[in-house]
C-alpha cells in the first residue's frame, strides 16, 4: 500500500541548534514528495516540494528537504531552529490513482517545539 | 491571486442537525480535497473531488457528503452532527501538481 509515515509524533529542539523533522514513504515509481507546517488554528502553509532534480531541496522560512532514494525518506530540516519555528509540519506524497489522476497522501504529523 | 477560501470561519451547530461548509479553489485548480482534523491532530482525509465527480473517499460514515461545482468550488455537508464531528475541517486545492489549504472551518457541535 502506498503511504508515509512520520515517526515522530514531537521533535524537541533547543534554539539555535539544527533541527530534522523525518518522513519516509512507500510509493511505486517517482514521487512527489511535500513538506507543508500549520500554526495554530491555522490551515496548512506548503513549505517546500520535490519532483525531480537536486536532491537538496529549499523552502520557504529557511527550511530544505532532502530525498534520499535509497532509503525511501524525505527528511525536512533546518540549520538553526527558531522558536516561532514551534508548529505541526505534515509530509505529504503524491501518488497516481485511477483514471490518469493523482492523490495527496499526508503523514500523521510530527509536532515541533522549539525550545529558548 | 486569491488562495482557496473557506466559508464559514466558524460555525456552531446543535447535535442532529446539518452543517454545510464551503470551498473555494485558487483558480485554475480542478481538483478539491476535505480534510478532517480534530483536536489538532493528524489530517483524516474525507473527500476528494476533481472535474465536478468525486474521485475518493475516506473511511466516513455516509452523513459524510459532499459536490463539486461546475466553477469547482466544493460544499461539504454532515448531516445529523454528533458530538465527535466538533474539529477543523480544511479544504485543500490542487492543480494536481502540488496543494495549497485553506485556513479552515472551525466547526463546534453542542
Known amino acids: 500500500a502506498q503511504s508515509v509515515a512520520q515517526p515522530e509524533d514531537q521533535v524537541n529542539v533547543a534554539e539555535g541548534n539544527p533541527l530534522t523533522v523525518k518522513c519516509t514513504y512507500s510509493v511505486s515509481g517517482n514521487p512527489y514528495l511535500f513538506w507543508y507546517v500549520q500554526y495554530p488554528n491555522r490551515g496548512l502553509q506548503f513549505l517546500l516540494k520535490?519532483?525531480?532534480?537536486?536532491?537538496l531541496v529549499k523552502g520557504s522560512y529557511g527550511f530544505e528537504a532532502e530525498f534520499n532514494k535509497s532509503q525511501t525518506s524525505f527528511h525536512l530540516k533546518k540549520p538553526s531552529a527558531l522558536v516561532s519555528d514551534s508548529a505541526l509540519y505534515f509530509c505529504a506524497v503524491r501518488v497516481p490513482f485511477s483514471g490518469g489522476y493523482n492523490k495527496l497522501i499526508f503523514g500523521a504529523g510530527t509536532r515541533l517545539a522549539v525550545h529558548p | 491571486e486569491a488562495g482557496v477560501t473557506q466559508s464559514p470561519t466558524h460555525l456552531i451547530k446543535t447535535r442532529g442537525q446539518q452543517a454545510t461548509l464551503r470551498c473555494s479553489p485558487i483558480s485554475g485548480h480542478t481538483s478539491v480535497y476535505w480534510y478532517q482534523q480534530a483536536l489538532g491532530l493528524g489530517l483524516q482525509f474525507l473527500l476528494w473531488?476533481?472535474?465536478?465527480?468525486?474521485?475518493n473517499r475516506g473511511n466516513f460514515p455516509p452523513r459524510f457528503s459532499g459536490r463539486q461545482f461546475p466553477n469547482y468550488s466544493s460544499e461539504l455537508n454532515v448531516n445529523a452532527l454528533e458530538l465527535e464531528d466538533s474539529a477543523l475541517y480544511l479544504c485543500?486545492?490542487?492543480?494536481?501538481?502540488?496543494?495549497?489549504f485553506g485556513q479552515g472551518t472551525r466547526l463546534t457541535v453542542v
Open positions: 520535490y519532483i525531480t532534480g537536486d536532491n
Open positions: 485543500a486545492s490542487s492543480n494536481r501538481a502540488e496543494a495549497f
Open positions: 473531488y476533481d472535474e465536478g465527480e468525486e474521485r
